[in-house]
């Protein structure tokens, strides 16, 4: 998962990661969002903090567009705290 949410202890935890595709989907649309997941897993086979699919796209994220991919993750731990 993103590095804040393991930071946190949120990396397993349903209500983020479902708060996390939303926000991505909403941030890139929705079908361009499934071109730019399609286009950072192929980049990346894993990442700093797995091998899952969204420890991938968050890498990714993180490598190329740093403060977007910690704003699609701040939004969704805040709906994961609440």
């Known amino acids: 998962m993103p590095h804040l949410a393991a930071k ?4 397993s935890d349903e209500s983020f990661q479902k708060a996390y595709w ?6 890139f ?10 286009m950072l897993l192929a980049k990346n086979d894993k990442a700093d903090t797995g091998a899952e699919e ?3 796209v968050c890498f ?13 993750e701040r939004k969704a731990l805040d709906v994961a705290h609440h």
Do not use: H, P, T
């Open 8 to 11: 946190l202890g949120l990396k």
């Open 22 to 27: 939303k926000y991505f989907e909403e941030f």
């Open 29 to 38: 649309g929705k079908q361009n969002s499934a071109v730019v997941k399609a």
């Open 54 to 56: 969204i420890d991938r």
């Open 60 to 72: 990714g994220l993180r490598q190329s567009m740093g403060w977007l991919a910690e704003a699609i």
